[in-house]
């Protein structure tokens, strides 16, 4: 009689194959040409990594099994190609067959420039993230340009050695003959790390038991996008192909991937082994989960530091400089108005030299706060430099700008710094023409400043340029004195 687990698997396994089967026997509409071209080339020769597992494998009696050997007989299922597999000793083996013409497809490989040389390839099959494996004392590795003295096992033949012999050299390579060697050199400390994908990495750690070993990172832009590689001359083979790759879909992909990477229940259970087992699953995808998270928040605030001034919290001139472009290429493209406000602080060489740099750095601070508070939200305020201040204002014409300007002069005179004295500011504003660029646009801004100084300081100057109809007269406010001696920019 069967058992309760027996006859639950059972179902399970009727179950999926009730739901799959009408998938599985859907067929795309071929051309004549292509099916003509099918029954020239029937059956179509193929290779594998023959030790790949869970991804792909041969078995004793030489059958293909693993997630890619599912996705390969599915999309040629569905594009009615009869397969013929060509049995090699190793994926090295695989490769040099295909050179040669033996095999008409490598299946479940990564595009690269050395194998774009003898094979086109189709859309992706499966793609799956690329994760850093070390031991659990390891630290966590943010960057591995960072590294310095580590070895990296790979398995010989892959894209990944590649890539990272290009991207990483100063990393030590290692090469292995497997994925559970390169594991093995890991966890016995013959190698720092290896990188493979989360799919093998998750399978190869449950099934071998290597539970000294962690997901310590992951590489952006690392994923492995595996397809299947077809010999050049045979394109119309790709084309084929492709359409019975388009079919599959997300639901399948996933269903024929947890298939493999699921825990095989056998006659004779130990539960106390399944439960260790799904434990240190569940322990190896959430400290993945964790390290993920935290990297992504590490890169959040590295980029916000990069692109912020650290004084006085505003965007700082790389930030500037980016936005500004793009901010000109938007305008341009929707014939929309920009205007450029560059301020400088009156007599802030005084400060500096009569108070001190630190009470010079808190009325930059101040001047910041103000800044921010009198100007838009769709107004980027920045630190040029120095003393010297940078406000990129979208849709805003030379009228408007000039308002906002305006503002600022009064708010920076009435505010009551911590120094005790009355400061101003300088301002010379500008309007983006058709023919500017970042460098022409600035060059006018920082005119109609050195105007504004030389009019007597604390007031706003619009560029002296002949303005198109339409854009406001070039307003100026009468100079007041500040209660600073005259000294520095």
């Known amino acids: 009689m069967m058992s309760f687990t027996s006859r639950l698997i059972a179902a399970v396994l009727a179950l999926f194959v009730v739901i799959s089967w009408p998938s599985l026997a859907l067929c795309i509409d071929l051309t004549s040409a292509e099916r003509q071209y099918l029954d020239a080339a029937s059956p179509v020769t193929y290779c594998v990594d023959p030790d790949w597992p869970p991804y792909e494998s041969v078995t004793d009696r030489g059958l293909h099994v693993g997630i890619g050997a599912d996705l390969l007989r599915l999309a040629a299922l569905r594009a009615d190609m009869p397969l013929r597999l060509v049995v090699t000793k ?123 070993l962690k997901i310590a ?66 322990l190896v995808v959430l400290t993945s989960l964790f390290w993920i998270a935290k990297l992504y928040r590490l890169n959040r605030r590295l980029k916000i530091q990069s692109q912020t001034d650290s004084l006085t919290g505003l965007a700082n001139r790389a930030s500037l400089n980016e936005r500004f472009v793009k901010e000109i290429e938007r305008s341009t493209r929707h014939a929309r108005p920009l205007s450029v406000i560059m301020i400088d602080l009156d007599h802030f060489k005084k400060i500096n030299d009569l108070l001190g740099h630190l009470v010079g750095d808190r009325t930059l601070q101040e001047f910041a706060a103000v800044a921010k508070a009198n100007t838009r939200l769709i107004d980027t305020v920045g630190r040029w430099g120095g003393e010297e201040f940078l406000i990129l204002c979208p849709e805003t014409d030379a009228a408007a700008a000039m308002i906002v ?85």
Not at 231 to 259: F, W, Y
Request: net charge neutral; with cysteine.
């Open 217 to 282: 990172g992951q590489i952006p832009g690392y994923e492995n996008q595996l397809r299947i590689g077809v010999l050049k001359d045979h394109s119309a083979l790709r084309d084929i192909l492709n359409k019975g790759v388009a079919t599959i879909t997300p639901q399948e992909r996933a269903m024929i991937a947890n298939k493999h990477v699921a825990i095989n229940v056998q006659t004779a259970i130990d539960y106390d082994l399944i439960e260790k087992i799904v434990f240190t699953f569940a």
């Open 90 to 212: 190793d994926w090295e083996d695989s490769l040099a067959q295909s050179k040669v013409g033996n095999c008409a497809l490598l299946n479940f490989l990564n595009q690269t420039p050395k194998r774009d040389v003898w094979l086109s390839f189709t859309d992706p099959l499966f793609i799956d993230p690329n994760v850093i494996i070390t031991r659990e004392s390891h630290p966590f590795v943010a960057d591995l340009a960072g590294l310095s003295n580590e070895t990296l096992v790979l398995p010989k033949g892959t894209s990944i050695e590649e890539r990272v012999r290009r991207d990483f050299p100063n990393l030590r390579i290692l090469l292995s003959e497997s994925d559970a060697e390169s594991f093995a050199m890991v966890a016995e400390k013959k190698a720092d790390m290896t990188i493979r994908s989360m799919t093998v990495s998750v399978y190869t750690i449950k099934k071998e038991g290597w539970f000294n």
């Open 405 to 489: 300007a305006r503002r600022l002069c009064e708010a920076v005179r009435g505010h009551p710094f911590s120094t005790g004295w009355t400061h101003t500011i300088s301002v010379g504003v500008a309007v983006l023409a058709p023919s500017d660029s970042v460098d022409s646009l600035l060059h006018r801004a920082d005119e109609a400043l050195y105007l504004a100084k030389n009019r007597g300081r604390d007031q706003a100057c619009l560029e002296e340029k002949p303005l198109s109809t339409g854009d406001a007269p070039r307003p100026v406010q009468p100079p007041r004195s500040a209660l600073v001696q005259p000294g520095g920019r």
